[in-house]
């Protein structure tokens, strides 16, 4: 059974950086087809994909490219995602996901940028 | 980037109904196209795959079909725990796109 849980603040100021972390089970990063991925949704609309890593490959959404790492701890089961620069309109809830697809998804954790 | 036209935005049907939603893409996507199911306050879980391929536990209800670039999800007999928001995504190209959501109510 695969399980996923993001954690990170639940809260954080404008222009800080945003660091999450995904911890999983049940499957590992070596697994062949087993991409992990961020994505988030703001409250009450729809779902944006920021980030995906498949084995040693990283991938980014364009339009935020610059504001993004996305990395992994293998030993730990961890996927690691950094945001800098942020700001009220990347209040959301971020997801981790994984699969080949996005198979299985994380409780996802809320995320306010507020000053 | 991939635009996924997805509609109806809402949709009210009745139990037993058959429900349609399509989404329409910008351009070729081939198969690769999922569908999400989101109930209210939890996260999303996908239903279909590959366009027509139905994801291990999903209810034979569900289905998903193709015409070129639009893409349909059929519940065949609408139940109550069907009740949510429904999103396709293409997996054909970076960015990855999702539809901007269906919400479908009990009538």
Redesign the interface.
């Known amino acids: 059974q695969v399980t996923l849980k993001e954690s990170g603040p639940g809260m954080l100021q404008p222009s800080q950086t945003l660091s999450l972390t995904c911890t999983f089970s049940g499957t590992s990063l070596s697994t062949s087809n087993m991409g992990l991925s961020w994505l988030r949704q703001p409250s009450g609309k729809?779902?944006?994909?920021l980030a995906?890593i498949w084995n040693n490959d990283n991938?980014?959404?364009?339009?935020l490219r610059s504001r993004l790492t996305i990395s992994k701890e293998t030993s730990k089961n961890q996927v690691l995602l950094k945001f800098t620069s942020m700001e009220p309109a990347d209040t959301a809830t971020y997801?981790c996901a994984c699969?080949?697809?996005?198979?299985?998804?994380?409780?996802?954790v809320m995320v306010t940028v507020s000053s | 980037d991939i635009q996924m036209t997805q509609s109806p935005a809402s949709l009210s049907a009745s139990l037993e109904e058959i429900v349609t939603i399509t989404c329409q893409a910008s351009q070729d996507i081939g198969n690769w196209l999922?569908w999400?199911q989101q109930k209210p306050g939890k996260?999303?879980?996908?239903l279909i795959?590959d366009a027509t391929s139905l994801?291990d536990g999903v209810p034979s209800r569900f289905s998903g079909s193709r015409s070129g670039t639009q893409y349909s999800l059929k519940i065949s007999r609408l139940q109550v725990e069907d009740i949510g928001s429904y999103?396709c995504?293409q997996?054909h190209s970076?960015?990855?796109?999702?539809?901007?959501?269906t919400k479908l109510e009990l009538k």
């Open positions: 729809g779902l944006e994909w995906s991938y980014y959404n364009p339009s997801y699969g080949y697809y996005f198979d299985y998804w994380g409780q996802g | 999922a999400y996260s999303p879980q996908l795959y994801a999103y995504q997996a970076n960015p990855y796109t999702f539809g901007a959501g």
